[in-house]
DNA sequence: TTGTAAGCGTTATCAT
DNA sequence: ATGATAACGCTTACAA
């Protein structure tokens, strides 16, 4: 910066307001300068920048890069945070980098506010990572949230795959956990309150799951060891359902006509024209934006009193779920 | 840091010595110092530690998070920088943010290297930036390469696969393009001379695609128009692939007993128990390794001739391709 | 409109 | 084994 403003005869105070844009140098000056650096290929340093300015304009993503949820989601967070004026830091999960891990990196790039894609550590460490930086907690329920939390609400959003089903006639309803965390549990809640409300408790059946496509080979099988077959079978995210499909098909039972099958995510899976399942939409977009407004809101408003947006997940009907086989 | 070095009684050096684990210090003063910043709950200052140290220990990854081949390779390039000493800084591909936008980010971090997954700017730009960065060119062929190129020979990957298929009988073998980038380009050039090898020159049948879906499918429908149909398709990638495979199901034919299907890639979606595609595998894993030791061996050796690694890439045979029918 | 000088939180050099 | 002090490259009052 020193030689840009030698070479240009002017001083760094010069050179660093023209950089940033202020107003203050003369048109004249500003072209010269510009020119200067050009020559000399120089760029400013954003350390230093940053350093002096004692802030950051850095947001910190927690993810599980392999999720094709969170890639979607992190690419919206992306371009919505370049809007706001910050930039993102991608806090990968990896086997070897915990979450702990991950959110200390985070914290040495010195991220002013993070967003946490799907944390599974218990709230009372949300809570005291919260009191050093703004925690946005996307997709998952918090008990009694200190931190900002985004999500789809995965109650409702199970609640209306039953409604579907049951509005085409379905009665014999069977579940496919996706195991004991947080998003999975509220996703079983959400079936089981929906089959309380239609008067279905009787019919009510669980089967354990992981959500991976294993499980759902495992559920196949299980449900066509039941002396009563359900009509229908309602998995806990695509993946499950896909590994559910697969099976039945080998086993001869057509989908929809005598098995209806659902899946949650709207992924990129569902949306084969091969695979073309049911399932919920969680409005990556619109989540992106509410957590990046969260945190944004925070940093350049203070705001200070905690915010819950829970987004209406939206049903996406495709060919694997139809009337119940009469 | 005035404060944890006052509060203990000591000189700033004496912290900075003590958290950077140097030799030095004693047991009894690093205890103490280590006390009172636990206590402060104080962290070292990153950009501070790398202005002074004009060194960033950053590598640059620019990447298209969606494609899950690349998250794949992100995952395994975090994971074996952080092995070697480097923290990686993903720029990610968006509709807003082009190959030199992100580009300039990475730069603006000050990345001591940068790894470009699938770059398709100019080879010219390339050099450019490799004469201000070590640049790590992934996945794409590079004629004249001046900068460091890691990939899997698409040529060879793609010869393998028809090689395959022409064990397996096969003659009439079709191939569905991925359009005219570098890679699907590659590609179309290993089926061309590994056709030409077997001597199945007339049998040679390109149509264009794009590596979606909705190129596999439709691909399907020319193939069915042809007057003499193949008794094989090998597609560019995975995703075509399974367009192709869901496109021939509705029309009825049953793979692979009237036709083999391929795709290339080897991602999660060929490994489906649905789809169990044929396919061939990047090697992901050895890919990132090679990468990111390019980058730390020009950083912290002082390699300065290019180098270009190139795997052997893997088929994997699974339940679409098999015998021509009689 | 332009320049001066004092930080920002580290590391490194040289003393002690 | 410890401490003073000068960078590092920038921003920002404040002064000219």
Redesign the interface.
């Known amino acids: 910066m020193q030689d840009v403003a030698d070479r240009a005869g002017v001083s760094k105070a010069l050179v660093s307001m023209i950089f940033r844009g202020v107003q203050g140098p003369s048109a004249a000056t500003r072209e010269r300068v510009m020119d200067v650096a050009a020559e000399l290929d120089y760029?400013?340093?954003?350390?230093?920048a940053?350093?002096a300015l004692r802030r950051?304009h850095l947001l910190g993503v927690m993810t599980n890069?392999?999720n094709?949820f969170h890639?979607?989601m992190?690419?919206h967070l992306?371009?919505h945070a370049?809007e706001r004026g910050y930039?993102?830091?991608?806090g990968?999960l990896?086997?070897?980098?915990g979450e702990e891990a991950v959110m200390n990196?985070l914290?040495?790039?010195?991220c002013e506010a993070v967003v946490l894609l799907g944390p599974e550590v218990e709230s009372e460490l949300l809570s005291l990572w919260n009191a050093r930086v703004p925690i946005v907690s996307v997709g998952r329920r918090l008990a009694r949230p200190d931190v900002d939390v985004v999500r789809a609400g995965d109650l409702r959003g199970m609640s209306s795959v039953v409604d579907h089903l049951v509005g085409l006639g379905h009665k014999r309803i069977t579940h496919v956990t996706g195991g004991s965390n947080p998003i999975a549990v509220d996703r079983r809640s959400g079936y089981v309150r929906a089959m309380h409300r239609h008067g279905l408790d009787a019919h009510v059946d669980i089967i354990e799951g992981d959500f991976t496509?294993a499980s759902g080979?495992a559920a196949a099988a299980t449900v066509m060891r039941r002396a009563t077959r359900p009509t229908a079978v309602v998995a806990s995210n695509d993946r499950s359902a896909?590994?559910l499909?697969?099976?039945l098909?080998r086993s001869g039972i057509a989908v929809p006509e005598q098995m209806s099958v659902t899946g949650y995510d709207d992924s990129v899976l569902a949306q084969?024209?091969?695979?073309d399942l049911t399932s919920v939409s969680q409005e990556a977009r619109e989540q992106a934006v509410s957590a990046v407004d969260a945190a944004v809101d925070r940093l350049d408003n203070g705001r200070t009193e905690p915010r819950s947006v829970v987004l209406r997940p939206r049903l996406v009907v495709r060919s694997t779920s139809g009337p119940v086989p009469s």
């Open positions: 760029r400013p340093n954003r350390s230093a940053l350093l950051t890069i392999r094709t890639a979607e992190v690419e992306v371009e370049s930039e993102v830091v991608l990968a990896t086997p070897t980098h990196t914290l040495d790039f010195r496509e080979v896909v590994g499909l697969d099976a098909q084969l024209a091969h695979v």
